[in-house]
Nanobody, 126 residues
Framework: EVQLVESGGGLVQAGGSLKLSCAAS????????IGWFRQAPGKEREGVSC????????VYSDSVKGRFTISRDNAKNTVYLQMDKLQPEDTAVYYC???????????????????WGQGTQVTVSS
């Protein structure tokens, strides 16, 4: 059974940090790019960051560039999203997803992502 399980969300004050984890199982993790996406109430889902599988290329949205860092540990089948300098506008449910693309990953298109997690809530208070 394919699973992507996010963890690490919670409530934090503005300026604080959280580290999200995405633990994968049931598929060949190193063959997949992993992306992080988020959706705030009343807003569309948006791409946050992704990390490619074959060369480790990372992509960030303009809104998180310089504040968030994505990394992966293929030995642990896990991708991390270190989120620093959090702001209230970062409040959302964060999802990780897996894409079998054999090229640089993208966060502007979602259909190529085959597997999705259930999400973890991140709330940033002002």
């Amino acid at each position: 059974e394919v699973q992507l399980v996010e963890s690490g969300g919670g409530l934090v004050q503005a300026g604080g940090s959280l580290k999200l984890s995405c633990a994968a199982s049931g598929f060949t993790f190193e063959d997949y790019a992993i992306g992080w996406f988020r959706q705030a109430p009343g807003k569309e889902r948006e791409g946050v960051s992704c990390i490619s599988n074959y060369n480790g290329v990372t992509v960030y949205s303009d809104s998180v560039k310089g504040r968030f860092t994505i990394s992966r540990d293929n030995a642990k089948n896990t991708v991390y999203l270190q989120m620093d300098k959090l702001q209230p506008e970062d409040t959302a449910v964060y999802y990780c997803a897996a894409d079998p693309v054999q090229a640089d990953c993208v966060i502007t298109s979602f259909p190529s992502y085959e597997y999705w997690g259930q999400g973890t809530q991140v709330t940033v208070s002002s």
